[in-house]
C-alpha cells in the first residue's frame, strides 16, 4: 500500500500565483516524520522542510508554508507568489522511527511548472 | 555543513560490463548509506541500506548480486552494477544519515547502459 499519497501529477501556474501541493500520508506509528523535497530538472533533491509526528505547527520560510494536519494525515505544501525558479519536481516524504527504521518512503511527486 | 558528494555525475558503459558509483560525506561521519533508484518521470525507489562494516540491507526485489554495495568507512560507501544492461540505465541517488532522522541526499549519477 502506498504510504505517501500525492494525487496531483502535474500543475501548471503563471507566475505570481500561488500553488498548493497536497500529500497525505498512512502510518501506525505515533512517532515519524514528514519531509518535503524539491528536485530541479539538474536531478538533486533539495531539501525543505522536516516535521516530527509531535509538532502539529504551521510553518512559514519565505514564500514557502507547510500545513500540517494529523486529524487529516496530511502535510500539505504551498508556494505563494510563484516564480519561474519554483518549477521542479516536489516530493513529499515519510520517515518511520518504529516499523521501517526510518527508511523514507517517498511520494509519486508531483511536477509543478511556473509559466512566465 | 552535511554534504554529500557522488562520483560519476554521469556514466556510459557498454552492456556487460560493471560500473562503480562512490557516494561520500564530506564533512562528517555516516551512520548509515542509502541507495536509491529513479526512473524518468518517477519517484525515488530505496534499493538498499548500507551500515559500515556489515552486509548491505536489500529491499524486496532487488539483486543483492547484481548491485553490490561496500560500505568500507563511515563516510564512503559504492555501488557497483555488475553486468549492466540497457534496462539498469537510471538515476541512482544516495544518503547519508548520522541519526536516522534527516537524511542527506547525495547530487545523483546518471548510468546509461548502452
Known amino acids: 500500500a502506498q504510504k505517501v499519497t500525492q494525487a496531483q501529477t502535474e500543475i501548471s501556474v503563471v507566475e505570481k500565483e500561488d500553488v498548493t501541493l497536497d500529500c497525505v500520508y498512512e502510518?501506525?506509528?505515533?512517532?515519524?516524520?514528514l519531509f518535503w523535497y524539491k528536485q530541479p530538472p539538474s536531478g538533486e533533491l533539495v531539501f525543505l522542510i522536516r516535521?516530527?509526528?509531535?509538532?502539529?505547527q504551521n510553518e512559514i520560510s519565505g514564500r514557502y508554508s507547510w500545513n500540517f494536519q494529523k486529524s487529516t494525515s496530511s502535510f500539505n505544501f504551498t508556494i505563494t507568489a510563484s516564480q519561474v525558479v519554483d518549477s521542479a519536481v516536489y516530493f513529499c516524504?515519510?520517515?518511520?522511527?518504529?516499523?521501517?527504521?526510518?527508511?523514507?518512503?517517498f511520494g509519486a511527486g508531483t511536477t509543478v511548472t511556473v509559466r512566465a | 555543513g552535511a554534504v554529500v558528494s557522488q562520483h560519476p555525475s554521469r556514466v556510459i558503459c557498454k552492456s556487460g560490463t560493471s560500473v562503480k558509483i562512490e557516494c561520500r560525506s564530506l564533512?562528517?561521519?555516516?551512520?548509515?548509506m542509502f541507495w536509491y533508484r529513479q526512473f524518468p518521470k518517477q519517484s525515488l525507489m530505496l534499493m538498499a541500506t548500507?551500515?559500515?562494516?556489515?552486509?548491505?540491507?536489500?529491499e524486496q526485489g532487488v539483486e543483492k548480486d547484481k548491485f553490490l554495495i561496500n560500505h568500507a568507512s563511515l563516510t564512503l560507501s559504492t555501488l557497483t552494477v555488475t553486468s549492466a544492461h540497457p534496462e539498469d540505465s537510471s538515476f541512482y541517488i544516495c544518503?547519508?544519515?548520522?541519526?536516522?532522522?534527516?537524511?542527506?541526499f547525495g547530487p545523483g549519477t546518471r548510468l546509461t547502459v548502452t
Open positions: 544518503s547519508a544519515t548520522v541519526d536516522s532522522y534527516e537524511q542527506y
Open positions: 502510518t501506525r506509528d505515533t512517532t515519524y516524520y
Open positions: 516535521r516530527n509526528s509531535f509538532d502539529e
Open positions: 516524504a515519510l520517515s518511520e522511527g518504529l516499523s521501517n527504521d526510518y527508511k523514507l518512503s
Open positions: 564533512d562528517f561521519q555516516a551512520t548509515t
Open positions: 548500507s551500515n559500515e562494516g556489515s552486509k548491505a540491507t536489500y
